[in-house]
């Protein structure tokens, strides 16, 4: 988020005792918020639930934010974030990954991240010096002095705004709508809107320095949302047709839909969702890319496509395609045709500078919105990473795109949601649900800077698997990524032994402090300590082979049978991928749909067909990724006892 502002000319109000230019003890966090509510009479509840949009109380260790922000109140010192360094992976596959059109061709690739430059309004570390007297080093690396700087502006913004220093939480609600740095009323009251929603619902997590942090309920509490118009900020207008919720700060910048000659045309397709096809899917992406590259390559119209992008430092909102179209965004095609496509700014191996809270939220507020308007259950079958999206045949599978990665916190996503992901069954359910403690949890990884280098201790949302009971035991093997049957790998981009949050799997054993659940069509070991559980217990449906079968093929797409298709459409094979379910295992059930496939190769939507099929399919929990079975093959009933 982009991190505290006062008025562009507004003169700088200290409302702290007498400066010193001695950096404080350090102290502990919940200490140094309590010294700096006291100190500056901000109500502590405002200091927590500012920080903890602003950085979920996490220092980052010392690291700037991509906004250039520092510490837990995210005080903005550009000068100095511009000189840091930050590395990035990234791929350039075609999105699309459509098997009835040519690929797209690739733009260059984004360049390594680095900060983005803020505007000076907006460079706020250097005014919290003015008003503590601290130096800037201690305001950037200790976070009690962090703490203070930011209980300063805060308090300056409300002194200037000639409003009183209240012991009313809900009446600082514009000093917190200026702390955000928005340029307009709809962005600045979207940001105080959520620092109340904390504030009012309460939070408590371990930061990222292994300090509990607790901010008590206050259910009751109300804002004074009239004092916003004393910031004298334009009003955010939105664009006629501008898919969004209400209070999201949202903007159009349409992606191109033109003809490229010789039959070619990009970079979408035309529709008239839900009326022609379903709308199965929400799909997370990030972009590996800044916010000005990517609005830029989804307006080249030789290039790919997707629905929204969601801005790292504010959680601000771009639509590029209309959710009745179909953006190329997933790399299959299947998928593409029964989704929205959410792409976040960032690059997945620097998830402090990117996956900011901001973006969580404003992500979280907009799925919400497109789950009711079409029917989308909140789970994580229907809302998928595009990590978890299969390869369409076998020849697709290692092309893969594998963001947003392992380090989105999907269990934090979906309490935003409002669908918390949480145990259903006791532990003769039959299924698990991945749930690690995202902060706790820490499994190592490489590749994140250099091939073979460690990654820095992060929390994860995933899990790894092994081929026995055992952290020394090899990890298992995905025949599609590797044909030659070698491991999997511990590297940040390699999906091949990775369970991930929310996602379900059928039990296949359990023993001590491990669990086993069936996986690309094996039996893989997770670690599973009582004292500090990975998964959860579930129930639900899940399928095995049908009467007689051995094996059963799985499929990266739900296509019809060859008799659906009308005279002019060629017919799709239905390929199978190098994996089967093989009898006497079982694959948790996500939905069932009837195959379909939609025929769209012409500029002129009117030549587009959807062929619908008599065979149904079941989308399982297959590994990492989703799969389909024909529900012809299989068995379906009941998890557990």
Not at 401 to 426: E, I, K, N, S, V
């Amino acid at each position: 988020m982009v991190a505290a502002s006062v008025a562009l000319l507004a003169p700088l109000v200290s409302t702290a005792p007498t400066a010193t230019a001695e950096q404080p003890a350090s102290v502990g966090l919940e200490q140094a918020f309590t010294d700096a509510a006291r100190q500056y009479q901000v109500p502590r509840s405002v200091l927590l639930g500012v920080s903890y949009l602003e950085s979920r109380w996490d220092g980052h260790r010392g690291a700037p934010s991509v906004g250039g922000g520092y510490g837990p109140m995210h005080l903005t010192d550009a000068v100095t974030a511009l000189a840091a360094e930050h590395h990035s992976r990234h791929g350039t596959e075609d999105p699309r990954g459509d098997d009835a059109r040519p690929a797209k061709r690739p733009a260059a690739d984004p360049p390594a991240p680095t900060v983005r430059a803020l505007p000076a309004r907006l460079r706020t570390l250097e005014r919290a010096q003015r008003l503590t007297g601290l130096p800037a080093r201690a305001l950037r690396e200790d976070p009690a002095a962090n703490v203070r700087g930011g209980a300063a502006l805060i308090a300056a913004a409300q002194k200037r705004l000639g409003l009183p220093l209240s012991s009313d939480p809900g009446r600082w609600y514009a000093a917190v709508a200026d702390y955000s740095g928005a340029t307009d009323t709809t962005a600045a009251g979207a940001f105080a809107d959520e620092v109340y929603s904390v504030i009012r619902s309460g939070a408590s997590r371990t930061t990222d320095s292994g300090e509990r942090v607790s901010l008590d309920r206050h259910p009751g509490l109300r804002r004074d949302t009239a004092a916003l118009r004393r910031l004298a900020l334009p009003p955010g207008d939105r664009a006629p047709g501008v898919e969004c919720p209400r209070g999201l700060s949202c903007e159009s910048v349409p992606a191109p839909y033109q003809e490229l000659g010789e039959g070619d045309y990009g970079n979408h397709d035309k529709a008239d969702r839900p009326r022609s096809q379903r709308v199965d899917y929400i799909v997370v992406h990030d972009t590996e890319g800044y916010w000005d590259t990517a609005l830029k390559l989804v307006q080249d119209p030789t290039y790919v496509s997707w629905h929204y992008t969601l801005r790292a430092t504010d959680g601000h909102v771009a639509q590029h395609v209309p959710t009745k179209d179909i953006g190329w965004h997933a790399g299959n095609w299947y998928v593409n045709a029964k989704s929205v496509g959410l792409e976040h700014e960032g690059f997945l191996t620097a998830p402090d500078a990117w996956y900011t809270e901001a973006v969580y939220r404003a992500s979280a507020r907009l799925a919400r919105y497109l789950a009711r308007r079409y029917d989308i259950p909140l789970d994580r079958q229907h809302v998928l990473g595009h990590d978890n999206v299969p390869g369409t045949v076998t020849s697709t599978i290692r092309g893969m795109h594998t963001d947003p990665g392992p380090y989105w916190d999907w269990a934090h996503y979906f309490r935003l949601l409002g669908a918390p992901l949480g145990p259903t069954a006791g532990p003769d359910g039959g299924l698990v649900t991945i749930r690690p403690d995202y902060d706790r949890h820490r499994p190592d990884y490489t590749d994140c800077e250099k091939p073979g280098q460690p990654c820095a201790p992060h929390g994860s949302g995933a899990v790894r698997l092994h081929t026995a009971p055992s952290a020394d035991a090899p990890l298992v093997k995905d025949v599609g990524l590797r044909p030659d049957g070698s491991p999997s790998t511990t590297g940040v981009n390699d999906t091949g032994a990775r369970a991930s949050t929310g996602q379900q799997f059928a039990v296949a054993g359990r023993e001590g402090d491990w669990t086993a659940i069936w996986y690309l069509g094996q039996r893989a070991w997770f670690h599973d300590p009582a004292g500090q559980p990975t998964a959860v217990n579930a129930k639900g449906w899940v399928v095995t082979p049908g009467p007689g079968r051995e094996e059963v093929p799985v499929y990266g797409r739900a296509y019809p049978e060859a008799a659906a298709y009308p005279e002019g459409v060629p017919v799709q094979e239905v390929s199978p991928l190098p994996y089967a379910l093989h009898k006497g295992q079982q694959y948790a059930v996500g939905l069932r749909t009837r195959g379909e496939y939609l025929w769209a190769t012409t500029f002129d939507p009117a030549g587009h067909k959807v062929v619908r099929g008599k065979d149904a399919y079941y989308q399982i929990q297959f590994g990492h990724r989703v799969a389909f079975v024909r529900a012809a093959d299989v068995t379906v009933r009941r998890s557990g006892r």
